[in-house]
Nanobody, 121 residues
């Protein structure tokens, strides 16, 4: 069984910073693309950033230049450094990873439980 466990959310003032972490554990053969998504109240879940095994990154336009995604493949962990946070960044942030549990299985998407990020004005 694979688990993704997020940490690092909280309450911060506008202009502040937070760092989210997400560690994958359990039966893991390979981890491919990892990423962060967010869902604000009353809105659909949206992509924030993704990172491939090789380190190629992709960001939503709304966070480019403010957020940085990174990963530590040895620790099966993905990070999201968030700077210059604004009230519109308030949301539940979810970790996502494409994981293959064994050589014989196809990869599939896994999600973390979510961590709340609240930015006050």
């Amino acid at each position: 069984q694979v688990q993704l466990v997020e940490s690092g959310g909280g309450l911060v003032q506008a202009g502040g910073s937070l760092r989210l972490s997400c560690a994958a554990s359990g039966s893991i053969f390979s981890i491919y693309t990892m990423g962060w998504y967010r869902q604000a109240a009353g809105k659909l879940r949206e992509l924030v950033a993704t990172i491939t095994v090789g380190g190629s990154t992709n960001y939503a336009n709304s966070v480019k230049g403010r957020f940085t995604i990174s990963r530590d493949n040895a620790k099966n962990t993905v990070y999201l450094e968030m700077n210059s946070l604004q009230p519109e960044d308030t949301a539940v942030y979810y970790c996502n990873a494409e994981i293959k549990e064994t050589y014989y299985y196809r990869s599939r998407d896994y999600w973390g439980q979510g961590t709340q990020v609240t930015v006050s004005s």
